[in-house]
């Protein structure tokens, strides 16, 4: 292999691997020092029930499971799994993310969507 072509490997390694860091670095700070987060939960129809609007709140997956979990702003434990998308709310652009979810905002209300 010749030395540009070495160089030119490096080179994209380093950027691939980037892209790649940035998103578990992401994931890694809000899991650990909480973030802002839509989590909605869907029955068998596909139709939203529950959601949730959390501000500065640490969602983690739960080891060998579908589930998630966090502590409300009562200091409740809340556990679920099952159908559900949630999406971490980028620079204060909530009704971006309620979309990135197919939900419509103003119908999330402490924990229950509103129909």
Not at 5 to 18: G, K, T
Not at 51 to 61: H, Q, R
Not at 90 to 101: I, L, P
Request: glycine fraction near 12%.
């Amino acid at each position: 292999m010749k030395t540009n072509q070495r160089y030119l490997l490096i080179i994209a390694l380093f950027l691939f691997s980037c892209v790649g860091l940035e998103k578990s670095c992401s994931s890694c700070n809000a899991s650990n020092f909480g973030g802002d987060w839509i989590v909605v939960q869907f029955n068998t129809a596909g139709t939203p029930f529950n959601c949730w609007k959390m501000a500065g709140v640490s969602i983690s997956n739960e080891e060998g499971s579908d589930g998630i979990w966090w502590k409300n702003s009562s200091g409740h434990l809340v556990h679920i799994s099952g159908w559900y998308n949630r999406v971490q709310v980028r620079g204060g652009d909530w009704s971006a993310a309620a979309s990135a979810v197919g939900i419509d905002l103003k119908k999330c209300s402490e924990g229950v969507y509103k129909e």
